[in-house]
Nanobody, 118 residues
């Protein structure tokens, strides 16, 4: 299993920036993909950005050009740099990893609240 610890959420004004961080521990050598999801009140959890072990990335259309996912395999971390934040980015953000040789073991972080409001 992989344990995940997130940090960096908070309250920010529209147009501002935040950086979320996720530290993985445990069986980190088996991590395949590392991702960020978010869930706004009354909505389904959605993928924000994902990065594979080899560095390929996927970014949701709604955040492309504003959010960047940054993975450091040596430190077993994944960060989400969020710029030009909008009120609609308000959500609980979750770190997510797939591990194991087949990538079928899934672990979630506890979530961190991001609120974009003036």
């Amino acid at each position: 299993q992989v344990q995940l610890a997130e940090s960096g959420g908070g309250l920010v004004q529209p147009g501002g920036s935040l950086r979320l961080s996720c530290q993985a521990s445990g069986r980190v050598a088996e991590i395949q993909s590392m991702s960020w999801f978010r869930q706004a009140p009354g909505k389904q959890r959605e993928l924000v950005a994902s990065t594979s072990r080899l560095g390929s990335t996927t970014v949701a259309d709604s955040v492309r050009g504003r959010f960047t996912i940054i993975r450091d395999n040596a430190k077993s971390t994944v960060a989400l740099q969020m710029n030009s934040l909008k009120p609609e980015d308000t959500a609980v953000y979750y770190c997510h990893v797939r591990s194991g040789s087949d990538g079928l073991v899934v672990n979630w972080g506890q979530g961190t609240q991001v609120t974009v409001s003036s």
